[in-house]
């Protein structure tokens, strides 16, 4: 398991046998999603639970795409923190 879904699981509160839904749609993620992409040589500091999201093999192509702006997916992180730390 990639360490980037190891802390986006902890941070969440997930185990490995939980299926994890997308957070755009709400079927099953496929990825966690750099927002910021690591680019090549993987910057670690992206690795935050702050730049990370689940998403579906469709919203994170649309993401990919800019279909899905970079500001919506982060706004999307910013409630689900939210509401993680109530």
Same mark, same amino acid.
Request: charged share 30%.
């Given at each position: 398991?990639?360490?980037? =879904?190891? &802390?986006?699981?902890a941070? +969440? /509160?997930? @185990? =490995?046998c939980d299926? $994890? #839904? +997308?957070?755009?749609c709400?079927t099953?993620? #496929?990825?966690? *999603? *750099?927002i910021?992409p690591?680019?090549?040589? /993987? @910057?670690? *500091?992206? !690795?935050? $639970?702050e730049?990370?999201?689940a998403? +579906?093999?469709?919203? *994170? !192509?649309?993401?990919?795409?800019?279909? &899905?702006?970079r500001?919506?997916?982060?706004e999307? #992180?910013r409630?689900?923190? +939210?509401?993680?730390l109530?």
């Amino acid at each position: 398991m990639k360490k980037h =879904t190891k &802390i986006y699981l902890a941070a +969440c /509160g997930y @185990s =490995t046998c939980d299926i $994890i #839904v +997308c957070e755009i749609c709400g079927t099953v993620a #496929v990825d966690i *999603h *750099h927002i910021d992409p690591r680019g090549i040589g /993987g @910057s670690k *500091h992206k !690795d935050n $639970i702050e730049n990370l999201i689940a998403l +579906c093999r469709d919203c *994170h !192509d649309n993401a990919e795409a800019g279909k &899905i702006t970079r500001e919506e997916l982060f706004e999307i #992180v910013r409630l689900r923190i +939210c509401r993680l730390l109530q």
